[in-house]
T-cell receptor
């Protein structure tokens, strides 16, 4: 679904650096989510937002922060990247918290 | 919290055969169960979902069944084709007013041999 845009598509980052992954949707969906995908572990929820102005913690929130200043944007920030945060990050959105989620194309992040 | 187990981790079938992937969940309050298909290097795509008030749902060659008592649900693909080859993920979500969030299984890599 072309309505979710993630940037960058990939990034190599030195440990200790700060990094913000961007996610924008143009479908006016209320709910947005950040997942990380690691081999053998499936998709794990990092943070979510059920509506603009609110956020919540998922399964693996440590080391990550999010903000939801408006409906369209949901950036994910790594304040001080560590190698264990090497992963593929997917942003998703849904009309509401109890509606089907649709994913963006992902950001492949490598921390060295 | 919710825990979702998915089996098998890999599945190989001949073209035209059926494929079945099974998931179990731990939280009896879970009420929504989607299935996603992910091709190599691509995004997960929703292929079918079911809510707890329904026991079975079909969409062409794919179907999902839900057994609330046993807390398990399954994906059935009939007349498999090579383009069905992908990783499939199940997920479960609890009640919204109880902080329900989508918890995924570990994935099943399906290979359909021509």
């Amino acid at each position: 679904i072309a309505g979710i845009t993630q940037a960058p598509t990939s990034q190599i980052l030195a440990a200790g650096r700060r990094m913000t992954l961007r996610c924008t949707q143009d479908m006016r969906h209320n709910a947005m989510y950040w997942y990380r995908q690691d081999l053998g572990l499936g998709l794990r929820l990092i943070h979510y937002s059920n509506t603009a102005g609110t956020t919540g913690k998922g399964e693996v929130p440590d080391g990550y922060s999010v903000s939801r200043a408006n409906t369209d944007d949901f950036p994910l920030t790594l304040a001080s990247a560590v190698p264990s945060q090497t992963s593929v990050y997917f942003c998703a959105s849904s009309e509401g918290p109890d509606q089907p989620q649709h994913f963006g194309d992902g950001t492949r992040l490598s921390i060295l | 919290g919710e825990n979702v187990e998915q089996h098998p981790s890999t599945l190989s079938v001949q073209e035209g055969d059926s494929a079945v992937i099974k998931c179990t969940y731990s939280d009896s309050a879970s009420n929504y169960f989607p299935w996603y298909k992910q091709e190599l290097g691509k995004r997960p795509q929703l292929i079918i979902d079911i809510r707890s008030n329904v026991g079975e749902k079909k969409d062409q060659r794919i179907a999902v069944t839900l057994n609330k008592t046993a807390k398990h649900f399954s994906l059935h693909i009939t007349e498999t084709q090579p383009e069905d080859s992908a990783v499939y993920f199940c997920a479960a979500r609890g009640l919204y007013n109880q902080g329900g969030k989508l918890i995924f299984g570990q994935g099943t890599e399906l290979s359909v041999k021509p």
